[in-house]
């Protein structure tokens, strides 16, 4: 079946974003790209990395948002904005919207990152919190919209937001400018649009690899003409966790874009981690995805010289901090032991000594004495220890093993497979 928004012609051009770019001259950070050596090594490619969480808000959002809100006409200042947001650019609206002197009301679905709601409030806007998804967020900031005469400025589907964002490609092929191909988020389809259209009339062979979380395959299911692919669950990229692309967006990026790869919440995590150890620098779940669809599909990217869109860092730290160990989990660095001893002193005493000559270190202990897989003098022991890597903890389990205590890892099917 065609595409009924087939039709729609483009709206956003090089010489539009080009304007935009002197428009925010100044106005927002002027981003680095940089080579990464170590991301080049174990990837296989050559990895150029676009920074847009050292923008002020943490992403790339302020691009598309202060271009929309400098076109404003006077009228509309005073009347006001609305828009509905998962975050970044709620935050990104809030912020130049206050330098503006624009009044900022922001509708974000309840189950928001904490730390995005209340980074949005202290930059002055008016948060609303309103539905499950951003689908419902959004049908709610039109109501409002309609009923307080708001100014409704979308968080993709506007040209002059794409136009805004097409700027961060402006800047790579700057900084960079034999990148051959360039990998960006999904979400709403802004960033990959605007991006785009700027990198493919600066260079036309120049390859736009998509990513999108596998629960929220719009861009993909849609140009497959896909119209019962499932959408929906918790993903740690709500970022670009939307239902369905815009219109606009998917008429400009439709052809422009070679492939899309779907990526699952391993992965994600795997990047998030990997740009804190590996590049020193946070990555939420959105951001980290084009470095995760280089973990998932090296072979697609090997010996190219790849830039990759780092969209945005606004990651709560609680769940940051869950990341990172999960990555230690899945490394063997953090493992769960388990084994059945006897019930008498000096077990677990004689077992900390083996693990501690083991040179690893017990992180905390469990005792299971009702459990019936333990014999009635027995007891099951659960003891966390932290070691080197996954060859150490195997080191570790055999002299554990060795001493007639018959240790096994809880979970073996997230330690690498090596059980």
Known sequence: MPDAHASIPPAVTLDEIRAAAKRLAGRIERTPTRHSRALSEITGAEVWVKYDNHQVT????ERGALNRLLSLTEAERKRGVIASSAGNHAQAL????????????IVMPRGTPHVKVEQTRARGADVVLEGESYDDAYAHALQLRDARNFVFVHPFDDAGVIAGQGTAALEMLEDAPDLD??????????LIAGMGVAAKALSPSIRIIGI??????????RRRGDNNASTGGLTIAEGIAVKRVGDLTFALARDIVEEVLLIEEPQF???ISLYVTAEKTIAEGAGAGPLAALIAHPEKF????????????NIDTRLLASVLERSLVREGRITMLRFVGDDRPGTLANVSRIIGDGGANILQ???????????????????EIETRDAQHTLEIIAALQAAGYPARVRDAEVFGGLI
């Open 302 to 313: 090997r010996g190219r010289k790849v830039g990759l869109m780092l969209s945005g860092g």
């Open 58 to 61: 943490g992403a790339f959002k």
């Open 365 to 383: 202990v469990e005792h299971h004495r009702m459990t019936l897989s333990a014999p009635a003098k027995g007891v099951e022991f659960d003891i």
């Open 212 to 221: 999108e979380p596998s629960m929220y395959p719009s861009f993909d299911a």
């Open 269 to 271: 995590e795997q990047a």
């Open 181 to 190: 191909t360039l990998v960006i988020p999904i979400g709403g389809g802004g």
């Open 94 to 105: 809030a912020h130049h919207g206050r330098a503006l002197g624009i009044p900022t009301t």
